[in-house]
């Protein structure tokens, strides 16, 4: 019962939100070509849907192997500045650094250096991820429950000991709300490379959509955008649940 | 329950001329504190008057400005010290039988699992050995770490209070075991419960005042546990009340 309320509740909200679509394109008097109604984008999903799901899969990987590498290099780089004070000092000022460029000013240059095809889209995701991933695992490596380090001191662990069975372990539930965040937003890197630059995906159908006053087209990529997103999102969240079973707010 | 290091005498642990400053203030100066060998000391004390920083010296866990700590064998004192903190400090990641084994898997040992079974058996959780630690009471968490304490099986242990956080019957409890599966063993407690030093203590101090002095040692006959309605115990119970409470008006 509780369960199929929860599938419930956003299902409505969904609804609720598609009458309201279905209302203003019906009766606001926008014309089709600026608001198509939701008619007209389910007519598009379903008429061109092999054409849209080969699109939508170009972009799933691009995010995908975006997260998978963005996650890698985020976790590595705290823990490589965690292990190091030296190497934490000349990594800090760079990572900030990173981060004071938007992407978007980057987009161009990644597509022109390394072309049209996946790798600018993913290194654009990935430059856009690593980031709340190595902050939040670097955080919560730092804030290790001092008690738990001092046990493992008085039992004769080393440094890298405790990094890797205390710390590390303790950092977890952090590392989980970085990845969280880093799958949410991890489609903005991919469709920002596919609008600089690309000749496939759900970005680059938009852009493409656009040009041509085909609104609904545009309309249809963009729902299943935010489906993609929405389905990447519980993913990443069942696996964190299983993973993180143990931690006491579960 | 095979204890090599029972079998050889464990040593007292001699505290000589310690001084701690914190934030400008001193809170002990040419303190001299011995724990006699084989035996429990209890040290009493109002809250700040610097007692859990003085066994987190003993543990190797801070330094003092000046004094030393050392075994009155006269060998190091690294590898033969436990010790118990506030908390139960249970890593909420492992399982109780990876929590009372964590030592070994710290300093990159194999885990001596039928060993571990056997003192969970002592402390009386048979059976629960794949719980986690959020699957467990207070009590018996305190139960986990006592095991975990045993596992390490060295000659000195110091506890901090570690029976504070729990209620009146489980600490009681709780005080019989540790005093009979500790027993032996050079012990060193903290404490702010005159009633649990009376317990378990065979010589008590009170430690109090600005710089915080030692008082002269109070010997509680009998041998621990003690039953909580002694007659000597409950004499020496107000007798320490008094002294606590002398040292709070000085």
């Known amino acids: ?250 | 329950m095979s204890d090599s290091h029972q079998q050889a005498a464990p040593p007292g642990l001699e505290m000589i001329g310690l001084a701690l400053r914190y934030e400008g203030q001193t809170l002990f100066e040419g303190l001299n504190l011995t724990a006699e060998a084989g035996r429990c000391t209890a040290l009493l004390g109002a809250s700040g008057v610097g007692k859990t920083t003085l066994l987190r010296i003993a543990a190797g866990l801070a330094v003092p400005e000046t004094g030393h700590v050392r075994a009155s064998d006269g060998l190091p004192l690294t590898g033969r010290v436990t010790w118990m903190g506030q908390q139960d400090l249970l890593y909420p990641w492992a399982r109780v039988l990876e929590n009372v084994t964590i030592g070994s898997r710290l300093r990159g040992q194999r885990a001596d699992k039928p060993r571990a079974l056997k003192l969970l058996d002592a402390v009386g959780l048979h059976g629960r050995e794949g719980a986690l630690p959020k699957e467990l009471s207070g009590g018996m968490r305190q139960r986990v770490a006592l095991a975990r304490t045993l596992y390490e099986d060295r000659p000195v242990v110091l506890m901090d209070e570690p029976f504070s956080a729990l209620d009146a019957i489980t600490r009681a409890a709780m005080q019989e075991l540790a005093a009979r599966l500790l027993a032996g063993r050079t012990m060193l407690l903290i404490t702010h419960d005159p009633l649990e030093a009376c317990r378990l203590g065979h010589s008590l101090y009170v430690l109090a005042g600005k710089p915080a002095r030692l008082g002269p040692a109070l010997i509680v006959p009998g041998t621990p546990p003690r039953a909580p309605d002694d007659d000597a115990l409950l004499h020496t119970q107000g007798e320490l009340l008094r002294a606590l409470l002398d040292g709070q008006t000085a």
């Open chain 1, 1 to 250: 019962m509780k369960h199929l309320q929860n599938a419930l509740r956003p299902a409505g909200t969904v609804f609720g939100l598609l009458v309201l679509w279905w209302g203003l394109a019906r009766f606001s008097g926008i014309p089709a070509f600026l608001l198509p109604g939701p008619g007209a984008v389910a007519r598009v999903l379903v008429t061109q849907s092999g054409f849209l799901f080969q699109n939508m899969l170009v972009t799933l990987v691009e995010i995908g192997l975006g997260l998978g590498f963005g996650t890698l290099f985020g976790a590595l780089l705290a823990l490589v500045m965690v292990f190091s004070r030296g190497l934490q000092r000349w990594l800090l000022p760079l990572l900030l650094l990173s981060q004071a460029v938007p992407v978007f000013a980057l987009a161009p240059l990644l597509v022109l250096w390394l072309g049209f095809g996946l790798a600018s889209k993913v290194l654009l995701t990935v430059l856009v991820i690593f980031f709340p991933v190595t902050a939040a695992f670097y955080d919560g490596l730092r804030r290790t429950e001092p008690g738990w380090l001092d046990l493992a001191q008085t039992m004769g662990a080393s440094r890298l000991s405790m990094l890797l069975h205390v710390r590390l372990m303790a950092a977890l539930p952090a590392f989980g709300a970085g990845l969280r965040i880093a799958a949410s937003i991890a489609p903005i890197g991919a469709i920002l490379g596919e609008w600089a630059g690309a000749s496939e995906g759900l970005g680059y159908i938009m852009l493409n959509a656009n040009a041509r006053m085909q609104t609904d087209v545009m309309f249809a990529a963009l729902v299943l955008l935010a489906v993609l997103t929405v389905l990447l999102w519980v993913a990443v969240d069942m696996l964190l649940k299983k993973l993180l079973h143990w931690a006491p707010d579960h």
